[in-house]
């Protein structure tokens, strides 16, 4: 089988990069082995939230103090602004509808409750523009009764550390009691699914209203609109007060929605997109891929011209660790991981760890190296790309985008 | 010292689960039945307990479809589906029922079936007698069991068929499945079409059993292996004397002698499994590789939507399938969103399972209609009754589109048959 | 709590022997008052195997303690059965082993009346596929698993039970001393910061290697040197049986199915008393460890690994041999009236876990001597609390149920499994109820997560505690109405069950720490919740 691009990975990276060809035209191939990060999405992209332990307010101009290792060291400030408009955009053509500004964090909140810088974020999630307040005086904040994937009481302690007065009146619903008859299975996704009936959506407009009160907004955990904003519209229309979502403990709702999103977007495009197959081999001749093979096609090999590994960090499988190494599993490029698993991490779960740092090293192209020199038509984006810890500077989705997007520049500037 | 945890081995993978409960969010069941404990607590959770002690086997297990979207959905590459169809073969206890048994055993019921089809499809489209099977049999009366066709594919080939075959310069073994011998010849009759037109002659197997794969739904592990074994010694003269691949028109058939008969079996397929083939991939590949070339009629046009099939899904073949079908001039395909029918084999004609089957479907349905389709396209026998029940939209085999699509004497010329 | 109160008996130390002396000692009619510094089990007692010992290991070179051992090992497979799992166990010869070493090792445990068969390589393959296949020899022995947290709180359980009261991360600063004689103990509340002192007639220090220190406190020197042992924990049960090696006991040759896990060990190495405290696993205990356990398991290698931790033993040196050349790992009880001349102190060390109940028999006899108490030891006869009956068995019962029958015995029956909201798993990797939380909050002194984990395994299956960690503090807050120490408590709870993970994160261990990362630092910003709670303090 032939493309013009094939990409190994179906992740927030993969599927950006897959769109931005297959809109101008390109035979594009995603092979994704599984489903992706998405799934822990928070409802908010970043693009830079964190330098030296402090908030950034202005992600681009943060960006000249980060690490020359740093992805976004190696597109320099102009790209980053540019592609950073460019993946809003393509976002928005996708039905991802979001607000934000990439030269002024805003503030997201975390299922427990504290207020985090982030780029964009989906529409219909609470925000704010300050650190240390929220733009209501009081809130409702909805107890969906035994839900323990969100940890309400958490959250009520944060808010009101935001200076709000926070109620927290409990709903309760025939099929949201339905729904926990399962002892395990009443996560975020499974209530989502829920409410895509549309009487439970009414059922439940009807008791927030009931138990609203009066305050100046309705906040609730986001678990209406997994497959697309109908339920959350039909829902906001019908309470009373202004309504908006919270995200919850993975699995995410609208990580699941955004990521049906892309690949829809992506395969409308005329893309191919290959669920829960692997690239397991590589064939390189020289400083190129010639082809690929994966798990399930096998005695056909897929060909093409540029190859963009999308493949993500050690929790997707797109560098691999054991008791002597850490390696890239396809071609073994380099990495900048030490050989020593002792020097891998450090105690303190939620310090610099360093493993969240390694990847694979590139040139200026996003190019990856293998022996020290650049292969001529393979690409790395996302988190399989070494130099930058995602957690300390907060730069996660914008790394995965951003790259994506620069490299699918550079792909179509070749011709 | 030398493979001191270079890499981690695992029954099924199941100690590569990170717990990120993603397949969970994929599971059509555990979505609709709050029953069912949903595929990583009957999976890998479940697993580690069951090492401990048997006793931690729960017969909710048996609400599993089997369908696999689990482990497509696995980032970790665990294989939950077949962690969860081992315990359910290791620990169960309760013995089929007889209705359970009838479902399983399609071959040996559509045999019987065949005999007196008119009577058959008369008495099973009756009130009286779906009311009965309601009762009795606990089968859901809002079923329409598929029609059993008066002439068995078998039948109609060796009469109408198997003396042209030795003419051309190829050849195939064609394992047709219980639904093309007794519900819809016209699909083997499609395949011997296509086949012929691109210079390929079509055999049978020496000897044909049904996969198995509605005996492994429903527990009967030692039918299953039984009639594995036979299907893979004719496969085998198939493949060494008669140097026959062999390819089928079902994807649930080919994944159960892919990758359940040696994964949940035991059933050897070596040297077998690499020749048996879907026929979409056998014809896209020799047309990928510049072996075969099809001539399509002008004035053909269809809107179809593709419904990838569980299994087919897993196999990670749908693609075959569909570029295939874009290769139709005429041809407008939508793909179709991925979520299970519900059918799920014989499971959403249980009694009990039905309300569950329709509710998973839903969303296919919905999707179907959106879609206004003249046909639906599916690579899944049991997919093609559940949509055409629950949507009333026609449902073909891609073959059967290919069929219809090309220009046989074209055809034939570009390939060289006289 | 009373602090006029005076009481029988003040027993220091929350490991097994403290808890086993309170149990006796309240049995006898005494009135006593237990306080453990941290909680329940913090010490050596839960940082070892798992293992009831049959006393073959014993059995060539310290006879009286395997006797000692199978009589025990006996007594706690009837009075201590839910925290008992009959595995059975076997002694393997490797080729490089001496097979004539097998003889001495059965005739010896005969001697010590330990049941010791000698089967065939190809049988002991057949009834413990996991056995290294290059066996040349196999003896069968009566050897079980045992569940450490589980009996150290039926004891405490039980002496509440009968009139004892039980106080955790209540710390000894100081023994109140009056000519000659223990009158009690200063103790800082470390919850509160309080500082309280409470007296009684008898001070019992079983404060495992810490008791050194307590003696120190009251002018007596017990002469303790620190043995440190490093474990490793794998994903799940590769044995279903306790496998050892026959020869002379040495380096990690151990292995025991622990409820849903194995574990490996020990490596021994004597360390200084100041690093007692230092729990941190090296790279090099790791890789003992890792090369020793494949030789009785080879599929080790392949096995994903959960963690590592270390515990540490008191071994005691002889009183007429202050240089520790001459060790006794046999139970040392002292008099110190008898000894040393300060009445009112008793000092219990030394034994094994498995032989506490007969330690807490002898340190209680020995208290009940010095009060004129003379009614007898019951502890062997009357089984603990959730013992009484054996397990209900095969009945078709929930996941949830039979997970907790499995750490509670019978008083699961007081677990609330009514409602769906009580039958909601928090730890799904170990099938931990929100009933069963409730359950040991309001019946096992559970402050914090960590001592709901070890009342319950929440967090300690395979994704050590990711899914569950927030679950269960948020639930954890609610019912002891404190939703921001909850919060810390989480992250402290993470960062212990890292401190684990850290020594063998390679492969899925290291992923799953990815994922925790992501999930609580960047998803959630666990870690600036807790930064902005410290910078409003």
């Keep these: 089988m032939k493309f013009d691009t094939i990409i190994m990975g179906g992740g927030l990276s993969g599927l950006t990069c897959g769109i931005a060809l297959a809109r101008t035209g390109k035979r594009v191939a995603i092979v994704a082995g599984g489903q992706n990060t998405l799934h822990f999405f928070g409802g908010s992209f970043e693009l830079l939230g964190n330098v030296d332990g402090a908030d950034v307010t202005n992600p681009l101009e943060a960006i000249s103090s980060l690490d020359q290792q740093h992805p976004y060291s190696k597109m320099g400030h102009e790209q980053v602004a540019q592609l950073a408009e460019q993946a809003k955009s393509l976002l928005g053509d996708a039905g991802i509808k979001t607000s934000g500004d990439s030269a002024r964090n805003h503030y997201r909140i975390t299922p427990l409750g504290v207020t985090k810088p982030a780029w964009l974020t989906l529409d219909g999630l609470a925000t704010t523009d300050r650190p240390d307040s929220l733009p209501w005086k009081k809130v409702a904040l909805i107890n969906l009764e035994s839900f323990i994937d969100y940890p309400i009481d958490f959250v009520v302690e944060g808010l009101r550390a935001l200076n709000t007065t926070v109620e927290m009146p409990t709903v309760t619903l025939e099929c949201i009691k339905r729904a926990r008859r399962s002892a395990t299975e009443m996560r975020a996704t499974n209530l989502a699914k829920v409410f895509t009936n549309t009487r439970n959506v009414a059922q439940l407009a009807e008791a927030i209203n009931a138990v609203a009160g009066d305050v100046d907004a309705v906040l609730m955990p986001a678990v209406v609109g997994i497959d697309n904003e109908d339920a959350s519209d039909i829902l906001k229309a019908q309470v009373e007060k202004p309504m908006y979502f919270l995200p919850t403990l993975p699995p995410s709702v609208s990580g699941v929605r955004i990521n049906a999103a892309l690949r829809h977007y992506f395969q409308m495009l005329g893309g191919r997109f290959l669920l829960g197959d692997t690239v397991d081999k590589a064939t390189l001749e020289g400083d190129r891929v010639t082809r690929v093979n994966t798990a399930k096609l096998q005695d056909t090999p897929l060909e093409a011209d540029q190859y963009v590994l999308a493949t993500g960090s050690f929790m997707s499988k797109g560098l691999v660790s054991n008791f002597e190494r850490v390696y890239e599993p396809l071609l073994d490029l380099d990495t900048n991981a030490p050989k020593e698993h002792a020097q891998w991490s450090q105690f303190g779960l939620m310090g610099d760890q360093p493993f969240m740092s390694y990847g694979v090293m590139t040139d200026e192209h996003f190019r990856p190296l293998k022996d020290g020199k650049p292969l001529s038509n393979v690409y790395a984006i996302g988190q399989v790309l070494g130099g930058h810890n995602p957690l300390t500077l907060g730069d996660g989705t914008g790394v995965s985008l951003l790259t994506a997007l620069a490299v699918a520049q550079n792909i179509l500037d070749q011709k | ?418 | 709590m009373d602090n006029n109160k005076h009481y029988d008996v003040i027993v220091i130390g929350g490991g097994i022997t403290g808890a086993g002396v309170a149990r006796d000692c309240a049995m006898r009619g005494l009135s006593v008052l237990l306080l453990e510094r941290f909680d329940y089990t913090n010490g050596a007692t839960g940082r070892n195997h798992g293992l009831l010992h049959s006393g073959a290991r014993y059995a060539v070179t310290d006879r009286e303690s395997a006797t000692e051992c199978i009589e025990e090992n006996m007594i706690l497979r009837k009075i201590a059965r839910h925290c008992v799992e009959e595995t059975d166990g076997l002694f393997i010869t490797l080729p490089e082993d001496d097979l004539d070493y097998q003889k001495t090792f059965v005739e010896a445990c005969h001697a010590s009346g330990i049941r010791a068969d000698i089967i065939d390589p190809a049988e002991a393959r057949a009834i413990e596929p996991s056995v290294n296949p290059d066996l040349i020899g196999a003896v069968r022995v009566p050897d079980a698993a045992v569940d450490p947290f589980r009996l150290t709180v039926a004891n405490v359980m039980d002496a509440c039970l009968h009139g004892a009261e039980s106080l955790t991360y209540h710390e000894v600063t100081g023994l109140i001393v009056n000519q000659n004689r223990v009158d009690g103990v200063k103790v800082r509340d470390h919850r509160t910061g309080e500082e309280k002192e409470f007296r009684a007639s008898v001070t019992i220090n079983a404060a495992g290697i810490w008791g050194m220190l307590i003696a120190q406190m009251a002018g007596v020197t017990v002469n303790m040197f620190p043995a440190r042992g490093a474990l490793l924990i794998f994903g799940h049960r590769v044995n279903q049986m306790v496998i050892n090696r026959c020869r002379k006991p040495a380096n990690a040759d151990i292995l025991v199915p622990d409820d849903t896990v194995c574990v490996i060990g020990t490596t021994s190495d004597r360390i200084p008393i100041e690093t007692v405290d230092d729990m941190r696993v090296t790279d090099d205990e790791v890789r003992l460890l890792l090369a020793e356990g494949e030789k009785l398991a080879p599929s080790l290698a392949t096995t994903r690994i959960l963690r590592a931790y270390a515990g540490v033993r008191p071994l005691v040196a002889a009183d007429n041999d202050p240089s520790g050349r001459s060790i006794s790992r046999g139970i040392v009880c002292l008099d110190h009236e008898t000894r040393d001349g300060l009445a009112g102190f008793i000092t219990i060390t030394g034994g094994k876990m498995m032989t506490y109940r007969l330690m807490a028999q002898i340190t209680t006899d020995m208290a009940c001597a010095k009060l004129g108490n003379n009614r007898p030891c019951e502890t062997a006869d009357i089984p603990l609390p959730g013992s009484e009956k054996p397990k209900s068995g095969n009945a078709q019962r929930s996941f949830a149920f039979n997970a907790a029958e499995g750490r509670h015995g019978t008083m699961t029956s007081k677990i609330s499994m009514e409602s769906d909201a009580d039958k909601a798993l928090v730890c799904e990797c170990e099938g931990v109820s929100v009933g069963e939380i409730k359950y040991v909050v309001e019946n096992q002194h559970v402050h914090n997560l960590l001592n709901l984990r070890r009342r319950s395994r929440v967090g300690m299956g395979t994704c050590q505690g990711k899914l569950c960690a927030c679950r269960a503090a948020a639930l954890l807050g609610r019912f002891n109405n404190n939703i921001p120490k909850a919060q810390e408590d989480l992250a402290e709870f993470l960062d212990e069950r890292w401190k684990g993970m850290k020594p063998v994160a390679w492969g899925s261990t290291l992923r799953e720490a990815q994922l925790t990362a992501t999930v609580y630092q960047g998803l959630c910003g666990l870690d600036k919740a807790i930064t902005r709670k410290e910078g409003s303090k």
């Design chain 2, 1 to 418: 010292m030398a493979t001191t945890q270079l890499t981690s081995i695992s029954d099924h993978n199941f100690e590569q689960c990170l717990k990120c409960s993603i397949c969970t969010v994929y599971c059509p069941v555990a979505a609709v039945n709050p029953a069912y404990p949903g595929p990583k607590q009957a999976g890998p959770d479940g697993e580690r307990y069951r090492l401990k002690d048997p006793k931690f086997f729960d017969e909710a297990l048996k609400l599993c479809l089997n369908c696999k979207r689990c482990e497509v959905a696995c980032p970790s590459d665990v294989r939950i589906g077949d962690l969860i169809q081992q315990a359910r073969m290791k620990h169960t206890t309760h013995r089929p029922k007889l209705r359970d048994m009838m479902l399983a055993n399609t071959d040996l019921v559509g045999s019987m079936a065949t005999i007196v089809a008119p009577i058959t499809n008369f008495s099973l489209g009756l009130k009286p007698v779906k009311v009965v099977m309601d009762a009795v049999m606990a089968i859901d009366k809002h079923r329409t069991f598929p029609a059993y066709s008066a002439q068995k594919f078998e039948a109609w080939y060796r009469k109408n068929a198997q003396a042209q075959q030795d003419k051309f310069a190829h050849h195939v073994s064609y394992f047709h499945g219980c639904y093309v011998n007794y519900n819809f010849p016209q699909l083997g009759k499609d395949l011997v079409t296509v086949m012929n037109a691109v210079g390929y002659g079509v055999h049978l197997l020496d000897k044909e059993k049904c996969c198995g794969v509605a005996l492994i739904a429903n527990g009967m592990y030692q039918q299953a292996r039984k009639q594995g074994e036979v299907n893979m010694a004719s496969m085998r003269k198939s493949i060494n004397q008669m140097r026959r691949p062999i390819i089928t028109t079902s994807s649930t058939c080919t994944f159960t002698m892919r990758d359940e008969y040696p994964e949940l079996l035991g059933v050897n397929n070596d040297n077998v499994r690499e020749h048996l083939s879907l026929a979409t991939r056998f014809l896209f590949q020799l047309i990928d590789e510049g072996e075969v070339k099809l001539a399509f009629r002008p004035d053909f046009k269809m809107r179809v939507a593709y419904h990838t099939a569980c299994h087919m899904q897993r196999m990670g073949w749908a693609i075959y399938s569909t570029e295939l079908l874009r290769m139709i001039p005429g041809l407008e395909l939508v793909e179709l969103d991925q979520n299970c029918c519900g059918i799920s084999g014989t499971y959403g004609f249980k009694k009990e399972n039905y309300e569950t089957s329709q509710a998973i479907g839903s969303i296919l349905f919905a999707d179907i209609e959106a879609a206004k389709p003249d046909y639906v396209s599916t690579d899944c026998e049991t997919c093609k009754w559940q949509i055409e029940m629950s949507t009333g939209v026609k449902v073909l085999n891609p073959i059967s589109i290919l069929a219809q699509a090309i220009d046989v004497e074209a055809t034939q010329k570009l390939n060289g048959v006289r």
